[in-house]
């Protein structure tokens, strides 16, 4: 029997860890070629090898997502080494936190520059593919990582949770022109998942927090949200699965 995503081309930003990483192992997996992107190139490199291992196809790709000619550079190999992609995952963001006043300008910008940014560059270095796709009758996907920060109000979350806004109200948008198109837009808003995002935190009160919720609850796994990804992607072409919250049962 084929694979579920056997004949997909897809390409995940952010696969050097966690959400990213457990994607493109789960999307290779279920049957898709998978380009890995994100800026550290050993990870890229291991768990290309590990996908081969396991009999899948993935090629490692370093590209910074801020970084708009290296997307268009990173296009242009995924169509030349593996096909025309129809797959997007845009994973790639960063969490930075601290209470407004301290005015870290920097840690503002790089989350803009990353989580909006980057994202958006990444749906337009690859939206010439998706269309090629579609227009050929392939199913097409776009499926980027808000977050239940899009909605929740945190203090010292606020420029992050106002990216994570942005991103899901982009989707909301885009579906009006992509949709005609036959791309669907999958908006994954996922709650607490236990990745290395919280280790950048050097704010003591938003880590002692986190750490916290995963010590004492359930939280949610990469794989968790691998496992949504593929089901999305694996619907018929008529059904998309629009926006997905997704929280430990335990977070309130
Ligand atoms: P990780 O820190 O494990 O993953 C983030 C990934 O983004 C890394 O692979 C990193 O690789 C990559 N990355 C960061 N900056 C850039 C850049 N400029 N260019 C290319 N790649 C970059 O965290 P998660 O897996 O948890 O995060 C994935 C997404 O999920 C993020 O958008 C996050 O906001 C979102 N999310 C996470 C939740 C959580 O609780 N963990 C909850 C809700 C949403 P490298 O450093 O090698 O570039």
């Known amino acids: 029997m084929p694979l579920p995503l056997s004949g ?31 800026r550290r190139q050993a990870r890229l490199d291991e768990l290309a090898d590990a996908v081969s291992a396991a009999g899948g196809e993935a090629i490692a790709l370093p590209v910074d997502v801020t970084d708009p000619d290296a ?14 992609a129809d797959l997007v995952v845009a994973a790639a963001g ?6 407004f006043t301290t005015g870290r300008t920097h840690e503002w910008q790089r989350m803009i520059d990353t989580n909006l940014t ?6 337009h270095a690859f939206t010439p593919q998706l269309t090629e796709a579609a227009a050929a009758g ?60 919280m280790e950048h935190l050097d704010d003591p009160a938003a880590s002692d927090w986190l750490q916290g919720l995963i010590k004492t609850i359930d939280v949610l ?12 992607a694996a619907q018929p072409p008529h059904v998309n699965l629009s926006q997905i919250t997704v929280l430990p049962t335990q977070q309130a």
């Open 8 to 38: 997909r081309v897809a390409v995940v930003t952010g696969a050097a860890s966690g959400i990213g990483a457990a994607t493109a192992r789960l999307l290779a997996e279920r049957g898709a070629k998978v380009a890995l992107l994100a």
């Open 71 to 84: 997307l268009a550079r990173a296009a242009a190999a995924v169509r030349e080494r593996i096909g025309t």
């Open 94 to 99: 960063s969490m930075l936190t601290a209470p």
């Open 118 to 123: 980057g994202l958006v560059g990444t749906v």
């Open 138 to 197: 392939r199913v097409a996907d776009v499926v980027t990582l808000s977050s239940i920060a899009s909605t929740a109000i945190a203090p010292n979350f606020a420029l992050y949770c106002a990216t994570k806004a942005a991103v899901s109200h982009l989707g909301r948008n885009l579906r009006t022109e992509f949709g005609p198109l036959g791309i669907r837009i999958t908006t994954l808003e996922p709650g607490v998942v236990d990745t290395e995002l």
């Open 221 to 232: 796994t990469a794989d968790d949200i691998a496992e949504l990804v593929a089901f999305a």
